[in-house]
């Protein structure tokens, strides 16, 4: 099965929003990365609503919303009126972790979970059933174009490990500083999605940028 590639559209000009997104709808790309920060949980701000309601009327690529904030159960119901596909809520931000994913599900969305660089993998295993996706992040949140962290794989084949022994049919997902050698390496460790931004749409040819990672 091809590698699913879900870029992140924090590193696009968002002067030329309709642009990119075209260009992603005509790419391999199968879901499209939304990064939503709050200040709080992590010290940046990226876009709410609004900017995310213009992208769903834009595309028909399945929605990958990544809460990075504070409360996100608050958001459920406004994330599943936009059509999204997954909604995934940080580990270290939900304190009633099982009660978020059954909420994100009941509302007709697929549940993910995102844990930071230095959280461990402890810290979900006991949601791995219940939970469709495990994102694993590469850098810490806050800002695109950061350097990829290297013992992500290791947490990434560890996690591998985890999902199969449980029976979980949860995707593992990694998002940050992802090039096509990190690629190569997450695949062969067990990652099934990979995030990518400024890879991407610094390149000169963003469409076959994306065919190239969805083929690592």
């Known amino acids: 099965m091809a590698t699913i590639i879900s870029p992140s559209i924090l590193s696009i000009d968002f002067a030329d929003l309709r642009e990119n997104i075209e260009m992603l709808n005509e790419s391999e790309a199968e879901w499209i990365h939304l990064d939503i920060m709050d200040g709080v949980f992590v010290p940046n701000i990226s876009f709410g609503f609004p900017v995310m309601k213009a992208i769903s009327r834009l595309t028909s690529k399945r929605l990958d919303v990544h809460y990075m904030i504070i409360h996100p159960e608050n958001y459920i119901q406004q994330t599943a009126k936009l059509g999204a596909y997954v909604m995934t809520v940080h580990a270290e931000t939900c304190k009633q972790l099982h009660d978020t994913i059954d909420k994100i599900h009941a509302a007709g969305m697929k549940a993910g979970v995102s844990i930071n660089p230095d959280s461990p993998l402890s810290m979900i295993e006991d949601v791995l059933i219940d939970a469709d996706l495990i994102l694993v992040m590469s850098v810490f949140p806050g800002f695109g174009g950061q350097k990829f962290i290297e013992t992500s794989v290791d947490k990434v084949r560890e ?21 096509s050698e990190q690629a190569r390496v997450l695949v062969e460790a067990g990652a099934d999605v990979l995030v990518a931004g400024s890879y991407v749409f610094n390149s000169d040819n963003p469409k076959k940028t994306i065919a190239d990672l969805r083929n690592s």
């Open 159 to 179: 996690l591998r490990k985890m999902i199969d022994k449980t029976g979980s049919n949860a995707l593992i997902e990694v998002d940050g500083g992802i090039q």
